[in-house]
């Protein structure tokens, strides 16, 4: 339900529509660059929206995880002669 008030996921359906109806159109007037102008928006534009979502899940994932990072040193002195 989340999803539905997702303005990333409404752009991704405009423009998946919006190539479709260029495909139709393409294929309503016989022309087949249009066709396959469509079609390839349409794949673009879904694969666009899983890349931003992948990567706002890794964001969002490396933001919650925490680390605790222990270092120990060790000094030395060497013995000065005199």
């Known amino acids: 339900m989340e ?3 997702s303005r990333k996921f ?3 359906v405009a423009a998946a529509l919006a190539s479709l109806g260029t495909s139709v159109a393409g294929i309503a007037s016989s022309n087949e660059l ?3 102008a469509g079609l390839v928006c ?3 534009s879904t694969a666009i929206y899983a890349f931003c979502e992948a990567w706002v899940d890794a964001s969002s994932a490396s933001a919650t995880t925490t ?3 222990t270092t120990t ?3 030395t002195q060497k ?3 005199k």
Do not use: D, N, R
């Open 34 to 36: 249009i066709t396959t």
């Open 3 to 5: 999803k539905l008030k």
């Open 10 to 12: 409404w752009i991704c």
């Open 79 to 81: 013995e000065v002669q």
């Open 67 to 69: 680390s605790k990072v």
């Open 42 to 44: 349409t794949v673009l």
């Open 73 to 75: 040193t060790t000094v």
